[in-house]
């Protein structure tokens, strides 16, 4: 199933991921940027479920059989990101080279007062928005995600930034999206991912680099419920120190009434899914959904490995 | 099955009609069973709506950080009370 990432245990130590966040802290990005060798050598031999998935990924989105140097790429990349986001939360993000795409269509809608939803993806780093917006701009934007996932390095990282944890909605509760409401209602822009499917969400099978994936319908049903719009984000790591922040018009309104609600959000989702291809195309070692995504043991009888 | 009172009919049509249950009728929810999860199966998005079509037609607002949802949305019965004791009085 590709709900499989919800069970996924963290890898690293605690340990480990202490030892980094001090070396980051102390030393800085260039020292610890080092630590990146080791750690995507140790995730390449010693990570064979990320490998895996990571080549059958790569195979699709490059259109050929990925060499070690692919798979080698993809992880640092992820491990690059990844790291950064210690830099983006202790506010320390003034050697990165962030620039910021059509952020007219992002301001329009803080401005609006109308509320809007900010829609991403694992794709490349989205705290590198929520940190910017939050912690730094303190523009209105709250994140809705799933509070427990990655217990350890999340509560990590936002110990380093406590107005970034504290704008977080969690997801789960049964008053989750009364507060998302309330939130919108104020003018605020919820932020949220719209490519993990979680084991009470409901689905929509859309067609994505060639084959079928499970998207959730929650984040534009909610646009749909509260009439209001959404716009897209990505946050693109280019290499180096260089990140682009990418926004873009999505919906003004998206009308999915009751009775024909999964037919309406299905195109929706599907146009969603359309826009993430291209953005993967666009930066393909960005995408950090590590587990099965189209299901593609499920359909060959395989358990999830 | 125990008996719905007349405003807990009323309730219940509201949560069918909001919420477009195909498979229930307003009748067949009893008072005492869950609404969420493992009762009649309500989600998050359906705690939404049911929050806006109450507000709509009784002028009474669920807020997210009342420590009684819990307890508001247990059952039919608590959520008639509920809107019964705080719904502006016309």
Same mark, same amino acid.
């Given at each position: 199933? =590709?709900?499989?990432?919800f069970?996924?245990?963290?890898?690293?130590?605690p340990?480990?991921?202490r030892?980094?966040?001090?070396?980051a802290?102390?030393?800085?990005?260039?020292a610890?940027?080092?630590?990146?060798?080791?750690?995507?050598?140790?995730f390449?031999?010693?990570?064979?479920?990320?490998?895996?998935?990571?080549?059958r990924y790569?195979?699709?989105?490059? *259109?050929r059989? %990925?060499?070690?140097g692919?798979?080698a790429?993809?992880?640092?990349?992820?491990a690059?990101?990844?790291l950064?986001?210690?830099f983006?939360?202790?506010g320390r993000?003034?050697?990165?080279?962030?620039?910021?795409?059509?952020?007219?269509?992002? @301001?329009?809608h803080?401005e609006? *007062?109308?509320?809007?939803i900010?829609l991403?993806?694992?794709l490349g780093?989205?705290?590198?928005?929520?940190?910017?917006?939050v912690?730094?701009?303190?523009? %209105?934007?709250?994140?809705?995600?799933? %509070?427990?996932?990655?217990?350890?390095?999340?509560? @990590?990282?936002? =110990?380093?930034?406590?107005?970034?944890?504290a704008a977080?909605?969690p997801l *789960?509760?049964?008053?989750?999206?009364?507060?998302?409401?309330?939130?919108?209602?104020?003018?605020?822009?919820v932020?949220?991912?719209?490519d993990r499917?979680?084991?009470?969400?409901?689905m929509?099978a859309?067609?994505?680099?060639?084959?079928?994936?499970?998207f959730?319908?929650? %984040?534009?049903?909610l646009?749909?419920v509260?009439?209001?719009?959404v716009?897209l984000?990505f946050?693109?790591y280019r290499?180096?120190?260089?990140?682009?922040?990418v926004?873009?018009?999505?919906?003004?309104?998206?009308?999915?009434?009751r009775g024909?609600?999964?037919e309406?959000?299905?195109?929706?989702v599907q146009r969603?899914?359309d826009?993430?291809?291209?953005r993967?195309?666009e930066?393909?070692?960005?995408?950090?959904?590590f587990?099965d995504?189209?299901?593609e043991?499920?359909?060959?009888?395989?358990t999830?490995? | 099955m125990?008996?719905?009172?007349?405003?807990?009919?009323?309730?219940?049509?509201?949560?069918v009609d909001?919420? $477009?249950?195909?498979?229930?009728?307003?009748?067949?929810?009893?008072?005492?069973?869950?609404?969420f999860r493992e009762?009649?199966?309500?989600?998050?998005i359906?705690a939404?709506e049911?929050?806006?079509?109450?507000?709509?037609?009784?002028?009474?607002?669920?807020?997210?950080?009342?420590?009684n $949802?819990r307890?508001?949305?247990?059952s039919?019965?608590?959520?008639?009370a509920h809107?019964?004791? $705080?719904?502006?009085?016309?």
């Open positions: 199933m =590709s709900r499989a990432w069970q996924q245990q963290e890898r690293g130590s340990l480990a991921l030892i980094i966040l001090w070396v802290l102390n030393l800085g990005r260039r610890s940027r080092a630590l990146l060798y080791p750690i995507t050598a140790y390449l031999l010693f990570a064979p479920r990320s490998r895996h998935h990571s080549r790569l195979r699709r989105v490059l *259109g059989e %990925p060499g070690l692919d798979l790429r993809h992880l640092h990349c992820f690059a990101v990844t950064d986001r210690v983006f939360l202790a993000d003034d050697r990165l080279d962030v620039r910021v795409h059509h952020r007219e269509v992002f @301001l329009r803080v609006s *007062g109308r509320g809007a900010l991403g993806a694992h780093s989205f705290e590198a928005l929520r940190a910017l917006a912690g730094k701009h303190d523009f %209105p934007v709250r994140v809705l995600m799933y %509070p427990n996932h990655n217990e350890g390095i999340t509560r @990590l990282l936002e =110990s380093l930034n406590p107005d970034v944890a977080v909605i *789960g509760r049964t008053e989750t999206l009364i507060q998302a409401r309330e939130c919108l209602d104020r003018g605020e822009l932020a949220t991912l719209g499917v979680a084991e009470s969400d409901k929509v859309c067609r994505f680099l060639g084959d079928t994936a499970l959730p319908q929650g %984040p534009l049903l646009a749909a509260l009439k209001v719009p716009i984000c946050g693109l290499g180096g120190n260089r990140y682009d922040i926004f873009e018009p999505f919906a003004e309104t998206i009308e999915a009434p024909q609600r999964d309406a959000l299905a195109q929706w969603y899914a826009r993430l291809e291209s993967v195309r930066a393909p070692y960005n995408w950090f959904n587990y995504f189209w299901d043991g499920a359909r060959r009888g395989e999830d490995q | 125990a008996s719905q009172t007349a405003f807990e009919q009323e309730v219940a049509r509201l949560i909001s919420l $477009n249950l195909e498979d229930i009728a307003p009748e067949d929810i009893e008072p005492e069973d869950a609404l009762g009649l199966g309500l989600d998050s359906d939404l049911l929050a806006l079509a109450i507000s709509r037609a009784y002028g009474v607002q669920i807020r997210s950080d009342d420590e $949802n307890q508001i949305f247990a039919l019965r608590a959520l008639s809107i019964e004791a $705080n719904r502006a009085a016309s």
